[in-house]
T-cell receptor, first 115, second 115 residues
Framework: QQQVKQSPQSLIVQKGGISIINCAYE??????FPWYQQFPGKGPALLIAIRPDVSEKKEGRFTISFNKSAKQFSLHIMDSQPGDSATYFC??????????????FGQGTILTVHP | NAGVTQTPKFRVLKTGQSMTLLCAQD?????MYWYRQDPGMGLRLIHY???????AKGEVPDGYNVSRLKKQNFLLGLESAAPSQTSVYFC??????????????FGPGTRLLVL
């Protein structure tokens, strides 16, 4: 079953605009929510991450907003640049039991930033 | 440090053939993972290992086997390849620590085509 749902599947933004990608999760036994960025032909790389006891985390132009009660979190990319064009994955890390440490990924969002 | 490396980068198999994908990491990580990436489905965990000599099933283990004889290497085997196994395979590794340090580092991927 899909425990992390990501939307939209694809996103086109003009240079300088704001890109927003949303994720929702079902399992409350997640303790860490990373976002990965993947360029064509490359493996995913950690972009930014948040723990559920924090509502927002900002690193440069990238911000995660986290709503624990709604079981939703989102990635905001401010002043989007053509170099941000990539596939973005949200993920959730299992907190305990036999699944401890494993990541469940969303389906991915292909972001295209037009110059 | 090379990080996580994967061999081969690309392979074409005929249905029924077997092959082994090799993953190597030089970060002294305890945990290693094999994922497959398919369009619209994100990354799905095939098998993982929490230490040398141990392996466990992930979300989609059928048709695959793994071995972790050395801490730095994690092998993924396909005994009898099927067209449904056409995919991009990613290996990842992480340290055995709690908190946000447990980032998974990904290799560059192996693109497999089964005819």
């Amino acid at each position: 079953q899909q425990q992390v749902k990501q939307s939209p599947q694809s996103l086109i933004v003009q240079k300088g605009g704001i890109s927003i990608i949303n994720c929702a999760y079902e399992n409350t036994a997640f303790d860490y929510f990373p976002w990965y960025q993947q360029f064509p032909g490359k493996g995913p790389a950690l972009l930014i991450a948040i723990r559920p006891d924090v509502s927002e985390k900002k690193e440069g132009r990238f911000t995660i907003s986290f709503n624990k009660s709604a079981k939703q979190f989102s990635l905001h990319i401010m002043d989007s640049q053509p170099g941000d064009s990539a596939t973005y994955f949200c993920a959730a890390r299992h907190a305990g039991g036999t699944s401890y440490g494993k990541l469940t990924f969303g389906q991915g969002t292909i972001l295209t930033v037009h110059p | 440090n090379a990080g996580v490396t994967q061999t081969p980068k690309f392979r074409v198999l005929k249905t029924g053939q077997s092959m082994t994908l090799l993953c190597a990491q030089d970060m002294n990580h305890e945990y290693m993972y094999w994922y497959r990436q398919d369009p619209g489905m994100g990354l799905r965990l095939i098998h993982y290992s929490v230490g040398e000599g141990t392996t466990a099933k992930g979300e989609v283990p059928d048709g695959y086997n793994v071995s972790r004889l050395k801490k730095q290497n994690f092998l993924l085997g396909l005994e009898s390849a099927a067209p449904s196994q056409t995919s991009v395979y990613f290996c990842a590794s992480s340290a055995r620590t709690s908190g946000e340090q447990e980032t998974q580092y990904f290799g560059p991927g192996t693109r497999l085509l089964v005819l």
